[in-house]
């Protein structure tokens, strides 16, 4: 049976590549297609312009924390129903964990996922010259199957005719199409109140205008051409091992604009090893659900809602009698810093969040982590038995100030050697590393098992 995938690639970072994909994605809808989006890598962000754009959950597949079988079948199972994938690249095409191998690559994603790709080429200030860099990245590795070029940040139709006329002389493989140098076309700055304005659809006018463009310089119908490819075989399914017909255990997920950060991935394992979800928003002034036996905290921005987030007394203590009682909870980064005992702005303005986890974040501007991370777990905890490594990453502005000693939840390895890292006291897990589930599913029958046991009233 036949799919219709598409890899949108990059030379490097800051090509224009989300551009380009939410322009394509909006262009497709306007065809009258169903559009899914994928992500490359662990970024939540631009899956949320995808999810805004297409109007169905964008999906990240990542080739390092995830093994082969589980990104063919998250293809697989997303793409379900829609008549195209549009998978978005990250970094430069050949870009990932090493500089010596393909591991966690755009390029081993197209591989692992048998799609067609097609380069973005920033063709500023070349012609004949960009050529040169398409037929280096066709030649850099055999497997790849770049099928077509998108010229972007051209001057003018005169300008892709040339760069058009080179590529497809000396590369064999069609420019299918352009965008202009347009300042009006750059994404917004990733602000910490991005993911909300575009869950409120603020940006909506702006994609749309992108998807016009793209109709006007790109040849929508010779990429949907371009994008034929076999169907994924997936032999066996990693979603429905634990599958069950009656729920085992109900775990609160804090959701909205403040934590939103999840892993659709994440969410859909816990359903299929028998848990029930229930949302709800602490920034909305949503208590803890009644009748629950796990709860989960995820990343996201509650330092741009900290004011807000202090105001709630009654979700905070909600929450802190729960954890104290016993609640086997996980809190990943925007979590955790909510779980402390304040947040201090940049501007050395405090917030009282939970109050739970003995210290307090403090911002600041620069980057203090990002990376990918394997992570071991401490001794007792829960989610993490002895023996049993997860992946993910971390990515975060903040730094956590500890009063004095306190037991950590695990222990992350990095591209700069091991820490400890995050808090652990009985049934709360805390700490800055976002997990992915899908690279070990024993976390969610460990946490499930968990729940089970401590019977919280």
């Known amino acids: 049976m036949e799919n219709r995938r598409l890899v949108i690639a990059g030379t490097g970072s800051g090509v224009g590549k989300t551009t380009l994909t939410i322009g394509l994605m909006a262009a497709f809808q306007k065809k009258g297609f169903t559009v899914q989006g994928f992500k490359c890598g662990p970024d939540y962000i631009d899956p949320t312009y995808h999810t805004a754009v297409t109007g169905r959950p964008s999906r990240n597949v990542d080739s390092w924390m995830l093994s082969h079988e589980m990104v063919q079948e998250i293809v697989q199972r997303g793409s379900e129903g829609a008549d195209i994938s549009i998978i978005e690249g990250v970094m430069g095409f050949f870009d990932g964990k090493s500089p010596t191998s393909n591991a966690g690559t755009t390029a081993e994603i197209s591989m692992i996922t048998k799609s067609p790709v097609i380069l973005v080429v920033n063709c500023a200030s070349m012609a004949r010259s960009a050529a040169a860099i398409v037929k280096g990245f066709q030649c850099f590795a055999e497997g790849p199957n770049i099928v077509g070029v998108i010229a972007?940040?051209?001057?003018?139709?005169?300008?892709?005719?040339?760069?058009?006329?080179?590529?497809?002389?000396?590369?064999?493989?069609?420019?299918?199409?352009?965008?202009?140098?347009?300042?009006?076309?750059?994404?917004?700055?990733?602000?910490?109140?991005?993911?909300?304005?575009?869950?409120?659809?603020?940006?909506?006018?702006?994609?749309?205008?992108?998807?016009?463009?793209?109709?006007?310089?790109?040849?929508?119908?010779?990429?949907?051409?371009?994008?034929?490819?076999?169907?994924?075989?997936?032999?066996?399914?990693?979603?429905?091992?634990?599958?069950?017909?009656?729920?085992?255990?109900?775990?609160?997920?804090?959701?909205?604009?403040?934590?939103?950060?999840?892993?659709?991935?994440?969410?859909?394992?816990?359903?299929?090893?028998?848990?029930?979800?229930?949302?709800?928003?602490?920034?909305?002034?949503?208590?803890?659900?009644?009748?629950?036996?796990?709860?989960?905290?995820?990343?996201?921005?509650?330092?741009?809602?900290?004011?807000?987030?202090?105001?709630?007394?009654?979700?905070?203590?909600?929450?802190?009698?729960?954890?104290?009682?016993?609640?086997?909870?996980?809190?990943?980064?925007?979590?955790?810093?909510?779980?402390?005992?304040?947040?201090?702005?940049?501007?050395?303005?405090?917030?009282?969040?939970?109050?739970?986890?003995?210290?307090?974040?403090?911002?600041?501007?620069?980057?203090?982590?990002?990376?990918?991370?394997?992570?071991?777990?401490?001794?007792g905890n829960f989610l993490l038995e002895q023996g049993v490594s997860a992946k993910g990453h971390e990515f975060h502005y903040s730094v956590f100030q500890s009063k004095g000693e306190i037991p950590y939840a695990y222990e992350t390895k990095g591209m700069r050697g091991k820490k400890r890292e995050g808090y652990m006291k009985e049934n709360l897990i805390a700490g800055y590393t976002h997990f992915h589930f899908g690279s070990c599913p024993q976390m969610v029958e460990s946490w499930i098992r968990q729940c089970k046991e401590i019977n919280y009233e």
Do not use: W
């Open 152 to 379: 972007n940040r051209v001057g003018s139709e005169g300008h892709f005719r040339l760069v058009q006329a080179a590529i497809e002389q000396e590369c064999g493989i069609p420019v299918v199409g352009y965008l202009k140098r347009d300042e009006e076309l750059a994404i917004p700055e990733r602000h910490l109140g991005l993911v909300p304005s575009i869950e409120r659809g603020e940006l909506d006018s702006f994609f749309q205008r992108l998807g016009d463009l793209v109709l006007e310089t790109i040849d929508i119908e010779k990429l949907y051409e371009l994008a034929k490819t076999p169907q994924l075989s997936v032999s066996h399914s990693q979603f429905q091992r634990g599958e069950t017909k009656s729920h085992s255990a109900r775990i609160a997920i804090a959701k909205d604009a403040a934590f939103n950060f999840y892993y659709k991935e994440n969410l859909e394992l816990l359903q299929s090893y028998g848990a029930e979800l229930v949302e709800f928003s602490p920034l909305k002034g949503d208590v803890l659900p009644a009748n629950i036996h796990g709860l989960y905290i995820g990343g996201g921005f509650p330092e741009e809602f900290a004011e807000e987030l202090a105001g709630q007394e009654a979700v905070k203590q909600s929450i802190r009698i729960a954890i104290e009682n016993g609640l086997p909870t996980l809190a990943e980064c925007g979590g955790f810093m909510f779980l402390t005992e304040a947040i201090e702005e940049t501007n050395g303005r405090k917030h009282e969040m939970v109050g739970i986890i003995p210290g307090s974040v403090k911002m600041q501007n620069k980057l203090a982590a990002l990376g990918y991370r394997e992570i071991t777990g401490a001794e």
